[in-house]
């Protein structure tokens, strides 16, 4: 190179293998501040079309732009001698230029020039690069990845070794019916051209079969004929293009000077070689009037399906004639691997085919397994309408199920805008309805999470509403999904923490159950519902209930005394009389003594008593004879006290 900057940074840093390209030390660098600087390398053998590579430092970019690359097949002193090939041109910052650049350098050359003399922040045109390679294919391959061969191409001067890139044929050009630089790109091909052909009987050596596939179209003469002999029951010819065709173009020139052979012709396909002339597919029968007129000179037929021999097959009598074979040329027409339709006019990689690589009908085009979306048409060429899309373009837009809605959509995918589907839909196009059990937004719900009061593992796919639309305590919303706030409780979250009465602290749980029980005044679990006093119960009442509550008392103590006096004997049974007995008197008790009472009783011995004789002590009724005018309650609580202090008095235990 011009120069050299350091010792370690020779020129043949760039062709040592090494692309590292993190620090300076991996580079050739020629010394700054310099007008100009270049870089050059000897490949010792000429290159045609090579792919140049150059590796630039990553850690600094300033020096990339500018560079220019020149090629020459002879060394010159002069660093730009040659043919320029390319030039580094971007901002000066040298943003937008990859760290690696890929250059194809065509025509014949052998060395190769890096050169700059362009200055960066005033220090001067300065190469500074890891780098550089070139790259070919091995001699007789081209092509991206070297998988084509030379010996493939259609030049008009037929060569084994071409261009490693592109495989450019000489300057004369292709052969006939091809075209492309390295004329492998043909409309259409004539697959029986030279390909063994035989047929019934031959009638002149001149005439063989193979006259029919010789490329000779001339038919003034049945000298350029394929011609079988007379009289014969049936005649045929064939040929094996020893290929497989599909839908291919079949074409007879039929000789002009002679044309009553021509009727009566059958077109037979086969893909296996049968000893049955009519073995296969019946193409085509030629029927016309017997003297042929009405037939083109040539004739042109499209054999449908797949095939591999060709049959042409008479038994017609013409003008008495017998069947007899007479045609000057037969060509199978097919297109290039890259075109199809009439006369190959389009090409196969403006389809849209589901599968990269469909099976053609070559004619039509028709793409076996169907369209990619989005497409329509038996070849697939045709983009769907407005508001169509999918498979076939068998889908409306304003049928998905997006949020929001429109009327236009992508036509492959029909995906819904960002909104995304509406509630209950998923897939790309919001088409595909939730699976059983799954609910709302892209049916990313289940129906098994909510908390519903009533369980459920199915729902509304939409909203996932709970049945009854009732939640467990402590969840809210149509679908139960959502929890509480802070403060709430509950069913559907109805209820404030704040609003309870609970003793002491306590915390709120989902029910809102206080755990250390109520206020006073209060009741329910969760100490929401106030202790109601009945405003109803005015003195009057009051007064009322307590007298019934003091006769209930009353009744039983007394019924007790009674049981009482009986077992202690101090109640005498006598004939029915009022005339003794117990004189209570409201102030003061007038009786007799016990001991007076006890001495009346052992006086008397033990009198026979009857049933219906009795003594008893009725207090109250005679109460009620004394003090008729008292208060009703003054006298039951009077009555009640004295009896009381007399038996406490005689008796000093209870019965």
């Not at 040592?16 to 580079?27: F, L, M, N, P, R």
């Not at 009908?361 to 983009?383: A, F, I, K, N, P």
């Not at 909104?419 to 790309?428: A, I, L, P, V």
């Not at 405003?535 to 006769?551: D, E």
Request: glycine content about 10%.
């Amino acid at each position: 190179m011009s120069t050299t900057r350091r010792s370690s940074q020779p020129a043949s840093k760039a062709v040592d293998g090494v692309i590292s390209a993190t620090e300076e030390k991996y580079s050739a660098h020629t010394k700054e501040h310099e007008p100009k600087a270049w870089w050059k390398v000897d490949l010792q053998i000429d290159v045609q079309s090579a792919l140049i590579k150059i590796y630039f430092r990553r850690d600094f970019t300033a020096r990339r732009n500018g560079l220019q690359l020149y090629t020459s097949e002879m060394n010159s002193s002069d660093p730009k001698g040659g043919e320029l090939c390319h030039s580094v041109t971007a901002p000066c910052d040298c943003t937008g230029i990859p760290h690696v650049l890929n250059v194809t350098c065509r025509g014949t050359w052998r060395f190769l020039t890096v050169y700059t003399e362009t200055s960066y922040a005033g220090q001067g045109a300065v190469l500074d690069f890891v780098e550089v390679q070139v790259l070919t294919c091995p001699t007789g391959d081209y092509g991206p990845d070297c998988i084509r061969n030379c010996s493939s191409r259609h030049c008009k001067t037929p060569s084994p070794t071409c261009g490693s890139i592109s495989g450019d044929c000489p300057a004369d050009g292709c052969q006939d019916g091809w075209t492309g630089t390295d004329c492998t790109t043909g409309a259409s091909v004539n697959v029986a051209l030279n390909k063994p052909a035989w047929m019934s009987t031959t009638l002149q050596s001149s005439q063989p079969a193979s006259n029919a596939v010789d490329g000779v179209t001339t038919a003034t003469h049945y000298k350029y004929s394929a011609r079988t002999k007379y009289h014969q029951h049936h005649a045929w010819w064939k040929v094996d293009l020893q290929t497989q065709v599909q839908s291919a173009l079949v074409k007879i020139y039929f000789r002009i000077d002679f044309t009553a052979q021509r009727n009566g012709l059958q077109l037979y396909t086969s893909e296996m070689n049968s000893s049955d002339p009519k073995g296969g597919e019946l193409c085509h029968t030629v029927t016309v009037p017997c003297d042929g007129t009405g037939i083109p000179d040539v004739l042109n037929v499209i054999c449908h399906g797949t095939w591999h021999y060709l049959t042409v097959y008479t038994e017609t009598r013409n003008y008495g004639l017998s069947p007899m074979i007479d045609f000057a040329e037969v060509q199978v027409w097919i297109c290039s691997s890259e075109k199809y339709g009439y006369n190959c006019a389009r090409n196969y990689s403006s389809q849209h085919c589901k599968k990269s690589f469909p099976t053609h009908d070559r004619v039509s085009g028709e793409c076996s397994d169907g369209c990619q979306d989005g497409w329509m048409g038996s070849d697939c060429t045709e983009v769907c309408d407005s508001g169509k899309y999918g498979p076939d373009c068998g889908r409306n837009c304003n049928s998905r199920h997006c949020k929001t809605s429109s009327s236009t959509c992508d036509r492959a995918s029909g995906e819904c805008p960002a909104g995304g589907c509406q509630d209950g839909w998923m897939g790309t196009d919001c088409s595909e309805v939730c699976d059983s059990g799954k609910y709302g937004p892209d049916c990313g719900r289940n129906c098994n999470s909510r908390h519903c009061k009533t369980s459920s593992s199915t729902c509304d796919r939409a909203s996932g509403e709970c049945p009854a639309g009732r939640c467990q305590d402590g969840w809210m919303g149509t679908d139960c999904s959502e929890g509480c706030l802070d403060g709430q409780f509950g069913e559907g979250c109805m209820f404030g923490c704040a609003d309870r009465h609970c003793k002491g602290t306590s915390s709120c749980p989902a029910d809102g159950v206080c755990s250390g029980g109520c206020q006073e005044g209060w009741t329910l679990d969760n100490c929401t519902q106030e202790l109601q006093v009945d405003s109803t119960l005015t003195r009057t009442s009051a007064g009322i209930i307590g007298l019934a509550a003091g006769i209930v008392l009353t009744l039983i103590l007394a019924g007790g005394l009674y049981v009482c006096l009986v077992r202690r004997g101090r109640l005498l049974w006598r004939n029915s009389s009022r005339e003794e007995g117990v004189n209570v008197v409201m102030g003061s008790v007038h009786r007799n003594s016990a001991h007076e009472v006890d001495t009346a009783v052992s006086e008397q011995g033990d009198p026979n008593i009857s049933n219906s004789d009795y003594a008893a002590l009725d207090v109250e009724t005679e109460a009620e004879n004394d003090y008729a005018a008292l208060d009703e309650r003054t006298v039951t609580s009077q009555v009640y006290e004295n009896v009381y202090k007399i038996y406490r008095t005689e008796h000093k235990s209870p019965c």
